[in-house]
């Protein structure tokens, strides 16, 4: 079993930014890919930014340019720093680990997800 514990959301302002984190803990396999996906009421989860630890990363078509992925494979964690926060950016995000940069996938773990909400 893996465990992701997610922190860093909150309410920020339109064009505001955020940072996102999360760490895994357990029996981790490696290699493996961390990412974020995010969710809101009545629509798919879905992918936002994902990184392999060989750095390789995906990034959805509505964050490129806004949101940076990171990872710091010794400690186990990922990042995601979000610039310039529309109001469209607003979901409950979720952290995965998994095998997959493109989709989450069967052998993946879920954090248990952190609202990002974007309203002035």
């Known amino acids: 079993q893996v465990q992701l514990v997610e922190s860093g959301g909150g309410l920020v302002q339109p064009g505001g930014s955020l940072i996102l984190s999360c760490v895994a803990s357990?029996?981790?396999?490696?290699?493996?890919?961390m990412g974020w996906y995010r969710q809101v009421p009545g629509k798919q989860r879905e992918l936002v930014a994902a990184?392999?630890?060989?750095?390789?990363?995906n990034y959805a078509d509505s964050v490129k340019g806004r949101f940076t992925i990171s990872r710091d494979n010794a400690k186990n964690m990922v990042f995601l720093q979000m610039n310039g926060l529309k109001p469209e950016d607003t979901a409950v995000y979720y952290c995965?680990?998994?095998?997959?940069?493109?989709?989450?996938?069967?052998?993946?773990?879920w954090g248990q997800g952190t609202q990002v909400t974007v309203s002035s």
């Open positions: 357990g029996r981790i396999f490696r290699p493996n890919v």
């Open positions: 990184m392999s630890s060989g750095s390789i990363t």
């Open positions: 995965h680990i998994g095998t997959s940069i493109t989709r989450p996938t069967g052998d993946g773990y």
